[in-house]
Structures are given as structure tokens and as C-alpha cells.
């Protein structure tokens, strides 16, 4: 599979399709899309990137290991609906900040926070089976 | 077109059984794979489908076009497919170890937890 | 000071309890006087409910209640009648004597617990006696035998102790569910759960409550043919049959017919039936008897032979046969305990309960001789002592009567004088004639072992010399309890020697006597025949018991054969009939639908998803079944987009991305054989359950299709999504907003799958693979060990 046209596109696609991830997840309040599709194809992209140039060195691409990745995320997701509790609302209940930039709204809000946990979950997780499943094919 | 789909559902379970009703572990795994989708199908089905038009309000509209498809399902599965593949996952590297340290794909030779030959029950007190 | 029969019964039904629980500490604490301490509890208790005597044995019940389940009409009630209060203060008052006795009986580290059993079995037994709520009947009921069964078999490194103790949890456990039963059917025909408040039951449902409250009572009275058991429970500690197999456990079965008989007495079926399987009893116990030669045992079959005298004179049921039953309950309790009391004392003092073994013990067992003296006279009936005026009084209730009472009567004398050569026999073979070798030397037992049999002998004769002032307090309470209106006493002291009941009295004296003369040749004639009879209950218990276990085996290798298409088949075929099954029996089969309105690209992603099924199923190479699978999800991923579900779509065609890429990557490493092995009639049945279960699933569809949609739950998030939650992708709002915390378990569940995953790759990492199963398994198991 590590042909050389391989190995030379896999990165550049592994940064297109990272980058078409977040595309995706923070328009899916709105558009289709959000945190489940937008962390597969980030996993996807990941995985690429480990079969072109090797799990280890997609793992030192990403710096941590992608299981502390998804613990992030399910702690942010958590926290993002703890946040409520701060303003004596129940739990998970969503909270708006709108900011106008140069006359373009922008909205921060809990729900938007709990979609990027999701994502981070679910890319970390999936990531983490995929370079695990290649290591071990490099080492059997 | 429901019914329709309703019947392509029904194909998929029947499939999915009938793979997981065979002894090998790597044709078990494929009929979950098969039963998963054809429950997401019963699921889509039984709340009546739409067609093209998703639930989402246009730019200007507060609610969703009369005619959008039915969101509730939609996100009761979205859910099962990413739990569904989160589980595949995991029972094909379940099936991999239990291939490796038994050296054996079929269930009826996997016998450690219910060994053919187990003792009686005990007749004293 | 005035008396708190609330104080007073909680003081004797809970103390107990909580001193049992705290008992393993005290002893710890106390050491060697932990007996002394014990008693106190008894001690307290009896105390507390004398003062109520002189208010019963006016006429004037007590009732106390506490606030149990209120939502269910149910209270923790209690009632101090005469009957009650004479079964607690016996309870009481022999229970503080063989705790007494325990202490010094049973040394070691293992008294606390014991003598913790022994407590908690006192407060169930006052609890049994006391309850007047029908469930809290039931549960002393349990509690009595749970006890029972944690004292039999307290020294359980002994096979015979666990089998008695089994024994004994499993006949009385059945009259349990009898009583529970009982207590059930009452509710719903007087719709309380006091008994109190149930007046006659007599009615439709009365022949199934006389059969249950009679099965109850029966097996815990040990009445033929649930005899067994008490027997062999002579495996616990003499204490334990000294209190529970003779004076108290056993005696609830006794209680529960007395109790029942205001409401279900006086009718030709519970009268026959008690005077039959009573009768019965006692004959059997009392030639049983003559066949031992362990002192215990001996003792053991006179006890069934008085239950079931018991029984008979309740089944008699006249008020003189009554007093006569609540008299010889009271002789029994004291000379029966004593006399278990003494021989445990022999038993202690010599190493042996043979009594062919023992002799001459008179000299260096004096106390205990005495002791024996007056429970053996008790027994034999000797005036002027309790056991005396109990003879004299059943003897009264029965002699003026016709067919059955006169069949009774000569049971009774028979009986009595059976139980009475018995009675000579513990008094004269071990004390009396030359000494013979024993185990150990004989010598006298300690202070707190002598207690119990001479304090109930000393009390035997005490209450004989003063039978009026008995009767007014305990006799005629209790009798008019059990008859339901009042009863004046009538005894007196003296004996009248012109009446029948002397002469019938006289007439046992003489038969015991004769039967003590020939009591080896008698035993030897039994043996014979129990030799030539080969079977007994004992042993048809086992065949029952032992079958069961056998059965449950066969069925659980039936149901868990271990082979996992056998336990799938069965759970899809069941699925499959649980989906079409009410459809089909109720007429709700849908109809064939008429049109299939699509269109032909939408005819092409449906002929794709099939031809990708088709394949999976077909494919005789992994490589190929594993392209089929992606194709298959493909079609599924255009299906959503095009029923207008993109998210759908789009997260179908990543998963089944991956699913392709994983399994290649896997698959790549099994060396599995792809094709289907299965022999014809295998995949016959298979086939045949998977297509029950897809055609059940279309059928439901349909039906589910026929009918309309309730869309309420749509419309709120359609409606809201936008406004309020500021999303217009209406499924993204309800996965991270609206059912947000379903999302947030969803994602817990994805994470964990991913550890597990990895904890599966790295521990194959760790160890290389292993070509023999069996050394695998080993070692897993001592990794988890």
C-alpha cells in the first residue's frame, strides 16, 4: 500500500479531509452535519495518513495518543452540559452567547462545545482502533 | 415506498440471522454488520419516509419545508449506526484474539466457558 | 408502676434480635459467663410480660401495632391473648434456662455465634406466637426455620448435621409456602390481614385453607409422614433439641392449630383429620421410642408421639380435651427440655448417650439422677405433678363418648404408656444397677447445666400442687382463646379415685410398666422388621431430593448446551413469534400493499442493496463477501439520502468506509475458511428461523404502516429547533441539544468500546500465540486469579 504516489498525496489529503472535518461539524447546526460525521472523517483521514507513512508515525503526528484525544472530548462534552448547572439551570441546558464580528453573527453556545466533544470522541476513538489494528499488522 | 423499504428491512434481518446463525465467527460478524442496517431500516420505515427534502428550516424559515422527513428518526439513528460500528469494532477484534488464542473460527469448537464434558451436580450433601 | 404492652412486646420480640446480632461481641467481651449474660434476655422478657397476665386472664386481650406498609392496609401487629401468653412466657422461661445451660455446654470460640442463633431463633419464636398480622405470621414462621436450620447444622463440618439441617430448611420450608398461602387466601376472604378480625372462615374457600394451614402445620410439628426430620435433627447440640425439637419450634405447628381453630375448627373435616394424622403420630413416635437405644433419639420419637397427642386433643376440640392440651403443652415443655437437658449432662459426663452402654450413674450423678427423677415421674404422670392433671384431664375429655372419641381414647392410653415405659427406661437403666465402663469417668456437670433440669422439675411440681391458681392465669385464658368464648378453670387439686380417668390412669401405669419389662425384647422385634422393610421417609426423602438435583442437572445441560446457534436459534425463533405472533392470533395480519410508488433510481439503490445482501450471503471467498458488505452499506447510504436523511447518509458511508477498511485489515491475518459448512438440515432450520424472523419484521412494518403516526414528538422538535435552540439542522439539535444526554451516553459507550479494543490488541501483543487452547486458558486464569 506505501507506494510513493501514495505516500506523497496521503498528506496533503489527511490535511484536506482534517480540515473539511471541522468544516463540517461547525456548520452541522444548520447545514447537514456535526460532530459524528465530522470525527469519522477526521478518523478516516488519520487512518489514511498511518497506512501511507506508518501508525507510529501517524501517532507522532498527532502528538498525544488518540485515546486521550476522545477522554477530552467526553470531558468537554460532560462539562459543556455542567455549565448550566453555574447559571442554577438544569443539566445540559443550552446556553447562547452571540457576538456580532464586523456584522457577521457569531454564536458561542453549549451545544456547539458538546458537538466538538462529540467529534473529539468519536475521531479519537476510531483513530485509536485504526493505528492500533495497523501496528499490530506491522508487527505480526 | 414504505413498504417498500419495510420489505428490504425485512430482507436485511433475515440475512442477518441466517449469517449469524452459521458457525464461522467471521460470517456471525457479517450478519450483525447486515442486522444493524436492517433495523436502522425498521427504525427509518416505521416513522414513514419523506423524499430529498431533509428536516432542516431553510435561510429564512423557522421550521423545516412542509414535507421534510421525519428528524426523530433520523437521530435515533445516527446514534445506533456509530454505536453499531463502535461495536462491530470491537467484536472483530474480540473474534481476532479468540481466533488467536483458540485457534478456532468455529463456536462450537470455542467450548473454555461451557466445556462439553462438565462435572455433574453434587449428590451429597 | 402501670404495664406498656407495647414496651413489653417489643421487649420480648426485639431484644432478641438485636442481642442476637451483638451477641459475637459481648461473648468476646464477657467470655466465660456469656450464658449468664444471655439468659438475661429471656430473663427481660419474661419479666416484661408477666405483668400482662393479669389483665389476659381477665378476659382482656392485648393488642399492640405499629405502622408497617400503610399503603397495603398493613401493620405490625401483635396480640397478647392466653394462648399467646402462654406459649411466650414458656418460650421465655425455658429459653433463659438452655441458653444458661448453653453457656457452659458448648466452650470455645463458636459460643457467641451460637449462642447468638439460639437468641435470634427466641425472637422469632415470640414473634410466631405474638404476631396477629397474617404476614408477620408468615415471617417469624420463616425466621424459625432459618434458625433452625443455622442450629442443626451449626456443626456443619459433619455430613449427617448438614443433612438434617437441609432437611429439616426443606420440610418446614414447604409448610412455610403453605402458611403463605394460607395467610393470602384469608386476606382475600376477609379482606384484613389481622386474624384478629377473621371471624369463622368457614365458606368456599375453607377446604384449601384447612388443607394448607394443616400442611403447614403438619410438617413443622413433624406429624407422619413429615416425621422425619426431627429425628435427625437430633444432629444439633443437645441445647438446641432441648429448646427448639421439643419445647418451642416444633410446638408452632401445635400453636398454629390452636390459633386457627376459632376460625376454621368445630367442622367434621378438621376434627377427623387432627384426631387421624395426631393419632397416627403418636403411635408411631411412641413405638418408634422403643427401638433406640441412643438416649437422644429415644427422646426425640417421644416428642413426635406428644405432637401428635397434641394434635389429637385439638382435634378432639371439646373444651376439657383443650385445657388437656394446653396442660400436657405446659408438662411436656418442662419435662421434655429437662429431660434433653439431662442427657446432654450425661452425655458430658460420660462420652456416651448408649443407654445400653450406661448404668449405676447414681452415685456419681446425683444431681442429675434427682433432676431425672422428677421430669421421668412428669412423664410417667405421677401425681401430684403437672404431667399428672394433663393425663387426667385428656383421659376426662374423651372417655364419655362415642366410636371416634373411644378409638382416640384408647390411642391416647396406649400412647401414654409407651412414652411412659420410656419415661422409666432413661430413669432407671443409666442411674440404676451395677456401673458400667464408659468413655470417660463419670462425674457430675457444672452448676449451669444442672439449672435447666432442676429448676423445670422443681416448677413441674410446683405447678401441680397449685392447679387453680394455674388454671385461672394460663389454662382458662388460653382455653377460651382457643374456643372462642370464655372458660372458667375447674381444676382443683386431688385426685378422684372413684372417676374414670384415674382407673384409665392406673391402667397406663400398669402398661408402661409391662413395656418397660419387655423393652429389650421389644426392640429386638422392631429391628427385625424395620430390617425386612428396607425403606423408610428418611430414605424416600433422599430419592426426592437427590432426583431434583439430578433433574436440574438434565435440565440445565438441556438449556445450556454450551452451543452458541443452539441458544441464537432459539432467541430469534422467539423474537420472530413475539413479533407476528399477537399479530397473527388477534387478526391484525396487514394487508398486501397495493402500489409501490417508486422511482426507477430508487428501484436501482433497492436492486444494489439486494444484490449486495445476495452476495454477502453467497460469496465464497472473505475477500469478496467483504466488498459485497460495503456495497450493501453504499446502498444503504444513498437510501437516506434519498428518504431526505444527508446526515444519515453521509455518517453511513464514512462507518462502512471504515467497517471495509478494519475488516480487511483484520482479515487479512485469519486463516478462515470462508465457505458455509453447515450439513443440509442445519441450514434448512437456520434458514428457516431467519426467514420466519425477516418475514415477521415486514409484517410488523406493515401493520405498524396501516396505522397512523403519531407525530407529537416531531412536531415539538421541528417546531422548536430554530426558535429556541437556535439550530436549523433539526436532527443535529436533537442529538446535541434536545436528547443531548442520550448523546452523551452514546459517546461514553464509543469511548469504552475503544479502550476495551485496545486492551484487546495489547494484551495480544503481550503474549505470543498459543497453538494448544488449553495452557491459554491456564494462564488467563491465574492472570485474573
Given amino acids: ?140 | 415506498m414504505d413498504h417498500v423499504v419495510a420489505a428490504l428491512a425485512g430482507l436485511f434481518v433475515f440475512a442477518g440471522l441466517y449469517l449469524l446463525l452459521s458457525r464461522a465467527l467471521i460470517r456471525m460478524l457479517l450478519g450483525l454488520t447486515l442486522l444493524g442496517n436492517g433495523v436502522n431500516l425498521v427504525i427509518l420505515s416505521a416513522g414513514r419516509l419523506g423524499r430529498i427534502v431533509p428536516p432542516i428550516a431553510p435561510g429564512d424559515a423557522k421550521v423545516p419545508l412542509a414535507g421534510a422527513a421525519n428528524p426523530l428518526p433520523q437521530a435515533l439513528i445516527l446514534t445506533a449506526i456509530v454505536i453499531g460500528f463502535a461495536m462491530f469494532a470491537f467484536l472483530l477484534v474480540l473474534a481476532y484474539r479468540a481466533y488467536q488464542s483458540l485457534e478456532a473460527d468455529d463456536t462450537d469448537r470455542m467450548r473454555l466457558a461451557e466445556p462439553p464434558d462438565r462435572p455433574q451436580p453434587p449428590m451429597s450433601y | ?785
Wanted: one cysteine or more.
Fill in chain 1, 1 to 140: 500500500m506505501n507506494t510513493l504516489i501514495f505516500r506523497t498525496v496521503a498528506p496533503l489529503l489527511t490535511a484536506v479531509m482534517l480540515v473539511f472535518s471541522v468544516f463540517v461539524l461547525l456548520r452541522g447546526h444548520n447545514e447537514p452535519g456535526g460532530g459524528f460525521i465530522g470525527g469519522l472523517i477526521a478518523a478516516s483521514a488519520l487512518a489514511i495518513y498511518g497506512m501511507a507513512m506508518g501508525a507510529e508515525a501517524a501517532r507522532h503526528a498527532l502528538r498525544v495518543h488518540p485515546i486521550a484525544v476522545a477522554g477530552f472530548g467526553l470531558a468537554l462534552a460532560g462539562l459543556a452540559g455542567m455549565l448550566s448547572l453555574a447559571f442554577d439551570l438544569p443539566f445540559m441546558t443550552g446556553l447562547w452567547a452571540m457576538f456580532e464580528i464586523d456584522r457577521v453573527e457569531v454564536a458561542i453556545s453549549t451545544p456547539m462545545v458538546f458537538d466538538i466533544g462529540v467529534y473529539l470522541v468519536v475521531f479519537g476513538t476510531i483513530a485509536a482502533v485504526a493505528l492500533a489494528l495497523e501496528a499490530d499488522e506491522g508487527a505480526g
Fill in chain 3, 1 to 785: 408502676m402501670e404495664a406498656r404492652p407495647d414496651i413489653a412486646v417489643a421487649l420480648v420480640v426485639l431484644l432478641p434480635f438485636v442481642a442476637a446480632a451483638l451477641f459475637p461481641l459481648v461473648h468476646r467481651l464477657v467470655g466465660d459467663v456469656a450464658g449468664w449474660v444471655a439468659a438475661l434476655v429471656p430473663l427481660a422478657g419474661f419479666a416484661a410480660l408477666w405483668p400482662l397476665v393479669g389483665s389476659v386472664s381477665d378476659g382482656v386481650p392485648v393488642r399492640v401495632a405499629w405502622p408497617w406498609a400503610p399503603s397495603w392496609g398493613l401493620e405490625l401487629s401483635f396480640l397478647v391473648d392466653g394462648l399467646s401468653l402462654t406459649f411466650a412466657l414458656t418460650i421465655a422461661g425455658v429459653g433463659a434456662l438452655v441458653l444458661l445451660y448453653s453457656g457452659a455446654y458448648l466452650k470455645g470460640h463458636r459460643q457467641g455465634l451460637f449462642l447468638g442463633f439460639l437468641l435470634a431463633f427466641m425472637g422469632a419464636m415470640q414473634g410466631l406466637v405474638l404476631a396477629d398480622n397474617l404476614v408477620a405470621l408468615y415471617l417469624f414462621w420463616e425466621l424459625t426455620s432459618v434458625a433452625s436450620f443455622l442450629l442443626i447444622g451449626f456443626d456443619h463440618t459433619r455430613q449427617a448435621a448438614r443433612r438434617a439441617a437441609i432437611q429439616a430448611l426443606v420440610v418446614t420450608g414447604i409448610g412455610g409456602l403453605c402458611l403463605l398461602a394460607a395467610g393470602v387466601t384469608i386476606r382475600a376472604v376477609t379482606g384484613s390481614w389481622d386474624l384478629s378480625a377473621a371471624g369463622s372462615l368457614a365458606g368456599e374457600a375453607y377446604p384449601l385453607l384447612v388443607g394448607l394451614v394443616l400442611a403447614a402445620a403438619f410438617t413443622k410439628s413433624a406429624q407422619v409422614p413429615f416425621h422425619f426430620w426431627l429425628p435427625n435433627a437430633m444432629e444439633a447440640p443437645t441445647p438446641v433439641s432441648a429448646y427448639l425439637h421439643s419445647a418451642t419450634m416444633v410446638q408452632g405447628g401445635v400453636y398454629l392449630v390452636a390459633r386457627m381453630t376459632p376460625h376454621l375448627g368445630g367442622e367434621p373435616i378438621w376434627n377427623t383429620t387432627l384426631m387421624a394424622f395426631g393419632g397416627a403420630t403418636l403411635l408411631w413416635g411412641a413405638v418408634m421410642a422403643l427401638r433406640q437405644t441412643d438416649l437422644k433419639q429415644m427422646l426425640a420419637q417421644t416428642t413426635l408421639a406428644s405432637l401428635g397427642l397434641l394434635m389429637l386433643l385439638l382435634g378432639a376440640g371439646t373444651e376439657l380435651a383443650i385445657t388437656g392440651a394446653v396442660l400436657y403443652f405446659l408438662a411436656h415443655a418442662l419435662y421434655k427440655a429437662g429431660l434433653f437437658l439431662v442427657v446432654g449432662a450425661i452425655d458430658h459426663g460420660t462420652g456416651t448417650r448408649d443407654i445400653t452402654a450406661l448404668g449405676g450413674l447414681r452415685d456419681h450423678m446425683t444431681v442429675t439422677f434427682i433432676g431425672t427423677i422428677m421430669a421421668s415421674a412428669a412423664m410417667l404422670g405421677l401425681p401430684p405433678l403437672l404431667g399428672f392433671f394433663a393425663k387426667e384431664e385428656m383421659y376426662a375429655a374423651l372417655a364419655l363418648g362415642q366410636v371416634q372419641p373411644l378409638v382416640a381414647l384408647a390411642a391416647l392410653v396406649l400412647g401414654n404408656a409407651l412414652l411412659g415405659a420410656i419415661g422409666l427406661a432413661v430413669l432407671i437403666k443409666p442411674f440404676m444397677g451395677e456401673v458400667l465402663p464408659t468413655p470417660i469417668r463419670p462425674h457430675e456437670a457444672p452448676m449451669a447445666m444442672l439449672a435447666g433440669p432442676l429448676v423445670l422439675g422443681a416448677l413441674g411440681i410446683v405447678a401441680g400442687l397449685m392447679p387453680a391458681q394455674l388454671g385461672e392465669l394460663l389454662a382458662a385464658p388460653a382455653t377460651s382463646a382457643v374456643l372462642g368464648d370464655a372458660v372458667d378453670t375447674h381444676l382443683k387439686l386431688g385426685v378422684d379415685l372413684m372417676g374414670w380417668p384415674f382407673w384409665l390412669s392406673v391402667a397406663t401405669w400398669g402398661l408402661a410398666a409391662a413395656a418397660y419389662l419387655r423393652l429389650d425384647a421389644g426392640r429386638a422385634l422392631l429391628r427385625r422388621l424395620d430390617g425386612k422393610l428396607g425403606w423408610s421417609f428418611d430414605r424416600g426423602f433422599d430419592a426426592v431430593y437427590f432426583g431434583l438435583v439430578r433433574l436440574a442437572g438434565r435440565v440445565t445441560r438441556l438449556l445450556h448446551h454450551g452451543r452458541l446457534e443452539l441458544y441464537l436459534l432459539v432467541v430469534f425463533a422467539m423474537l420472530a413469534v413475539a413479533a407476528i405472533g399477537p399479530l397473527w392470533a388477534m387478526g391484525g395480519l396487514p394487508a398486501w400493499p397495493r402500489t409501490a410508488d417508486l422511482r426507477f433510481y430508487e428501484w436501482g439503490v433497492v436492486a444494489l442493496a439486494v444484490a449486495g445482501i445476495v452476495t454477502v450471503v453467497l460469496a465464497r471467498s472473505r475477500l469478496f463477501a467483504i466488498l459485497a458488505l460495503g456495497v450493501q452499506g453504499l446502498a444503504v447510504a444513498l437510501l437516506y439520502l434519498l428518504v431526505g436523511a444527508p446526515d444519515l447518509g453521509f455518517t453511513q458511508f464514512m462507518v462502512e468506509t471504515l467497517s471495509v477498511v478494519i475488516l480487511a485489515l483484520v482479515m487479512t491475518r485469519l486463516d478462515l475458511d470462508a465457505a458455509d459448512g453447515r450439513p443440509f438440515e442445519d441450514w434448512a432450520r437456520d434458514g428457516g428461523v431467519a426467514l420466519l424472523g425477516g418475514i415477521a419484521v415486514t409484517g410488523l412494518l406493515w401493520a405498524v404502516l396501516d396505522r397512523p403516526l403519531d407525530l407529537r414528538l416531531s412536531d415539538f422538535f421541528n417546531a422548536h429547533a430554530a426558535p429556541v435552540a437556535h439550530g436549523r439542522n433539526v436532527v443535529n439539535v436533537i442529538l446535541v441539544d434536545f436528547r443531548g444526554l442520550d448523546t452523551l451516553g452514546e459517546i461514553s459507550v464509543v469511548m469504552t468500546a475503544g479502550i476495551a479494543i485496545l486492551a484487546l490488541i495489547r494484551s495480544a501483543r503481550r503474549r505470543p500465540t498459543v497453538a494448544d487452547p488449553k495452557p491459554a486458558a491456564q494462564r488467563r486464569r491465574k492472570a485474573t486469579a
